[in-house]
T-cell receptor
Framework: AQSVTQLDSQVPVFEEAPVELRCNYSSSVSVYLFWYVQYPNQGLQLLLKYLSGSTLVKGINGFEAEFNKSQTSFHLRKPSVHISDTAEYFCAVSDPGTASKLTFGTGTRLQVTL | EAGVAQSPRYKIIEKRQSVAFWCNPI?????LYWYQQILGQGPKLLIQFQNNGVVDDSQLPKDRFSAERLKGVDSTLKIQPAKLEDSAVYLC????????????FGAGSRLTVL
């Protein structure tokens, strides 16, 4: 069975500082990997996804993530955060055979302050 | 295009009462999902429909939860009788089909069971 671990439940950061949100997955087969963002009182929105090919994936709002198969990681990064990036971020994994069946991590709360 | 619509946004009930949530997916999306998101946890898939048929309901507590998508469009999730541990946000999502790797989520229905 697949699983996702997000070790950091909360990440506080100052505006314009860089940030990295960590995600590790467990799977014995090839995977699809995703990052979703959830703003307060809203549904989840796709930030970026890795299906195959280049291991560096760029998403919306200046976010990027790098797939590292040897470390089974898919960390999310942004070089300079904004107050509006304050939200909950979820890493998710799926099997390419059932691409839409997502297993989510527990989420990381990114809190950006001035 | 219109997003995934859910109602009600908020519901407070007492334990042992019943509740129903409604979801209208994006037009043309064949696959519909119900996720349960308990506070502090990532979303967990309860049930997946392909058109009006159930694809996966392995994590649906069938003794109290039921869901239907009779005409292959909108869907209803029911809980009867509710327990305290059912307090959560119920997220509906849709995708073009089972092989699609992008889900569009609704804003969710927040249930509080007292």
């Amino acid at each position: 069975a697949q699983s996702v671990t997000q070790l950091d439940s909360q990440v506080p950061v100052f505006e314009e500082a860089p940030v990295e949100l960590r995600c590790n997955y467990s799977s014995s087969v090839s995977v699809y990997l995703f990052w979703y963002v959830q703003y307060p009182n809203q549904g989840l929105q796709l930030l970026l996804k890795y299906l195959s090919g280049s291991t560096l994936v760029k998403g919306i709002n200046g976010f990027e993530a790098e797939f590292n198969k040897s470390q089974t990681s898919f960390h999310l990064r942004k070089p300079s955060v904004h107050i509006s990036d304050t939200a909950e971020y979820f890493c998710a994994v799926s099997d390419p055979g059932t691409a839409s069946k997502l297993t989510f991590g527990t989420g990381t709360r990114l809190q950006v302050t001035l | 295009e219109a997003g995934v619509a859910q109602s009600p946004r908020y519901k407070i009930i007492e334990k042992r009462q019943s509740v129903a949530f409604w979801c209208n997916p994006i037009s043309g999306h064949a696959t519909l999902y119900w996720y349960q998101q308990i506070l502090g946890q990532g979303p967990k898939l309860l049930i997946q429909f392909q058109n009006n048929g159930v694809v996966d309901d392995s994590q649906l507590p069938k003794d109290r939860f039921s869901a239907e998508r009779l005409k292959g469009v909108d869907s209803t999730l029911k809980i009867q009788p509710a327990k305290l541990e059912d307090s959560a946000v119920y997220l509906c999502a849709s995708s073009l089909d089972r092989g699609a790797n992008v889900l569009t989520f609704g804003a969710g229905s927040r249930l509080t069971v007292l």
